[in-house]
């Protein structure tokens, strides 16, 4: 039988209240048609940035070169990634997308990663490319694929691109944010400031200060 005592009003509006939050956060939707990102007012630690005033935007700030040429590749693991997100490209400030531009040399790796605000789908252009995830749960997911096909990474799991075929890669990556950020695991354990303590590394994967002293020296 419905009830319309306080108590039962009160349970329902909180739990009207609570379904509608949503269970995840994403990038909140925009409040206007358009924020072009004005980095001379931000503060540091802004991921949403003050719009450029109206008057000031132009055609041009919808449009990004960045990304039309290939990137020099000069990192350890033989690959160019050109980011196409908001600190490169001013007018997706709250517009929740961003896109790569990623550029494998014969053999490169883009080293196991997560991106903590952003679901990440990609497609390959060209080459051969290895593309995985772990689960939270240490499952692996894997497939090669070649030009056109596509893949998803689900937001926040790691993931990595091996590129295994015998010329160079490329591919186009998209997120569901305009700042995704990206943790890149070698770095986050071996290339931190100030260091994570060797302590915690020799006991972390069990080995001992050499192998630990080795790798740090790989990524300077
Ligand atoms: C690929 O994983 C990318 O983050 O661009
Ligand atoms: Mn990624």
């Known amino acids: 039988m419905v009830t319309s005592s306080p108590s039962y009003l009160c349970y329902f509006v909180v739990s009207v209240l609570l379904l509608s939050l949503p269970s995840h956060s994403a990038d909140p939707d925009p409040l206007q048609d358009f924020c072009v990102a004005d980095f001379t007012r931000a503060s540091k630690s802004d991921n949403v940035f003050p719009c450029k005033p109206i008057e000031e935007v132009t055609s041009d700030d919808f449009v990004f070169d960045g990304a039309r040429e290939k990137g020099n590749i000069t990192d350890v693991f033989g690959l160019n990634v050109t980011d196409g997100n908001v600190l490169a490209f001013p007018a997706l400030n709250t517009l929740g997308v961003s896109m790569n531009r990623v550029n494998f040399a014969p053999g490169a790796l883009n080293p196991p990663h997560s991106h903590?605000?952003?679901?990440?789908?990609?497609?390959?252009?060209?080459?051969?490319?290895?593309?995985?995830?772990?689960?939270?749960?240490?499952?692996?997911?894997?497939?090669v694929l070649t030009a056109g096909q596509m893949f998803v990474i689900p937001r926040g799991?790691?993931?990595?691109?091996?590129?295994?075929?015998?010329?160079?890669?490329?591919?186009?990556?998209a997120f569901n944010s305009h700042l995704p950020g990206a943790s890149k695991l070698p770095l986050n354990m071996f290339s931190t400031t100030p260091s994570i303590p060797d302590q915690v590394l020799t006991k972390t994967f069990q080995v001992d200060q050499d192998v630990i002293t080795s790798i740090r020296s790989k990524f300077g």
Do not use: D, M
Not at 116 to 143: D, M, Q
Not at 164 to 173: D, E, K, Q
């Open 116 to 143: 903590p605000r952003a679901s990440e789908i990609g497609i390959v252009i060209e080459g051969t490319i290895l593309a995985g995830f772990v689960t939270t749960n240490n499952v692996y997911y894997s497939k």
């Open 157 to 173: 799991l790691v993931h990595f691109q091996l590129n295994v075929g015998h010329g160079n890669a490329l591919s186009i990556t």
